[in-house]
């Protein structure tokens, strides 16, 4: 099993090989077939069946044994398996997903003793996806094309829609974020930064913000950031994810966001306005 991460395969993605999800890796180990490539998320839900990311952090962060087999009581993980690239020798990364779909589904149903991983099903009843998801307090869904092919980034054909409205605890609520940086924006934002690095109150790395802006807001921004003094850079790269300006600037931002992570990076923040 693995995570994108560190190593390179042959389509350039980077990933990193996990040993600490051992109700999964059985799961994987239970398949009937030569081999396998298997799309999935590492998720744990609560006791309102609702997917919180900071169970499968812990999980994932989890690595000596004992602590492995402590967290995995308190946050045992699903593997939802919702793509399928290979299997016994044949590939599917060129197939339309429908097709990916129907042959996971397939595939799924021939085995037998399966506790961790789960199938996720698709649905083309939009609106009633998009209502369920607003009624759960979910994070949002996956759009994709019914033709489309696999692909390894976000694409027209492959477009995640976050769901806004969260107002669980803390979840939804304006935060003001002090601003360190910004990325440089691509495509039709190419002539505007694509997300503001964002840091906390106690230096940390605080996550990056690049929706909720519309042009006049992106333009402002952009006006603002090309001005603004450079400085050393707060985080490597690394943790930011990619290649970032560091910029000395005098204003902050209000956002709201889904929820914070062990490594008090906001997930899903949204930007909501302007603050001092």
């Not at 590492?42 to 994932?60: A, D, E, M, P």
């Not at 609106?127 to 979910?138: E, K, R, Y």
């Not at 929820?259 to 990076?265: D, F, L, Q, S, Y």
Request: aromatic share 12%; hydrophobic share 35%; glycine share 10%.
């Amino acid at each position: 099993m693995w995570s994108r991460d560190s190593s390179t395969n042959q389509y350039g993605v980077n990933y990193a090989e996990v040993h600490n999800i051992p109700e999964v890796e059985a799961d994987l180990n239970r398949l009937k077939c030569k081999s396998c490539w298997l799309d999935m998320e590492l998720v744990w839900f609560n006791k309102k069946g609702r997917s919180i990311f900071r169970g499968s952090q812990v999980r994932c962060g989890s690595s000596t044994p004992s602590a492995v087999r402590e967290k995995m009581q308190m946050y045992p993980i699903n593997g939802m398996v919702f793509d399928l690239l290979e299997l016994n020798g044949q590939e599917f990364i060129n197939e339309p997903y429908i097709y990916r779909k129907l042959a996971l589904k397939e595939f799924l149903e021939q085995q037998e003793g399966l506790t961790a991983l789960r199938y996720v099903p698709y649905t083309d009843d939009k609106p009633l996806l998009w209502q369920t998801v607003l009624d759960t307090g979910g994070e949002g869904i996956m759009a994709k094309t019914l033709k489309g092919t696999y692909e390894f980034r976000r694409s027209r054909e492959w477009l995640k829609l976050k769901n806004e409205h969260l107002t669980d605890g803390k979840q939804g609520r304006p935060k003001s974020m002090q601003i360190v940086g910004y990325t440089q924006g691509e495509r039709a934002r190419s002539r505007f930064f694509g997300s503001l690095v964002m840091q906390n109150e106690d230096g940390s790395y605080g996550g990056n913000v690049g929706g909720g802006f519309d042009n006049e807001e992106l333009a402002k921004w952009t006006q603002v950031l090309t001005v603004a003094p450079r400085m050393d850079k707060p985080f490597p790269d690394e943790t930011v994810g990619e290649t970032y300006t560091a910029v000395k600037v005098p204003l902050r931002v209000i956002v709201r966001y889904y929820e914070v992570t062990t490594a008090k990076v906001l997930r899903f923040p949204v930007y909501f306005g302007i603050g001092r």
